[in-house]
Nanobody
Framework: QVQLVESGGGLVQAGGSLRLSCAAS????????MGWFRQVPGKEREFVTA????????YIEDSVKGRFTISRDNAKNTVYLQMNSLKPEDTAVYYC????????????????WGQGTQVTVSS
């Protein structure tokens, strides 16, 4: 079992930055691809970005490309999401997730989830 806990969310003005962290426990995440998803009420959970188990490859949704960066520190069992140039449409609950070995853009293919952290971007 892998337990994931997100932190770092909050309220920020448009154009600002936030760094989300996802701390894992229970098992090392070094063999898991890690993803970040987001969700707003009434909508399906949306893929944001993911990183391979080794950290060599990243995958990112077009809407955040050039603004968001995913990274991981397997020694700390932690994944990060650096979010720059935030826009009001980035407002959502952000979740991190773990999937054995390979990444996916489909939220239902991830095995473990955190509880989410709220990000609110004011205009």
């Amino acid at each position: 079992q892998v337990q994931l806990v997100e932190s770092g969310g909050g309220l920020v003005q448009a154009g600002g930055s936030l760094r989300l962290s996802c701390a894992a426990s229970g098992r090392t995440i070094s063999s898991y691809a890690m993803g970040w998803f987001r969700q707003v009420p009434g909508k399906e959970r949306e893929f944001v970005t993911a990183i391979s188990w080794s950290g060599d490859s990243t995958y990112i949704e077009d809407s955040v490309k050039g603004r968001f960066t995913i990274s991981r520190d397997n020694a700390k069992n932690t994944v990060y999401l650096q979010m720059n140039s935030l826009k009001p449409e980035d407002t959502a609950v952000y979740y991190c997730a773990a999937r054995s070995w390979s990444y996916s853009r489909k939220w239902y293919q991830y095995e473990y989830w955190g509880q989410g952290t709220q990000v609110t971007v004011s205009s």
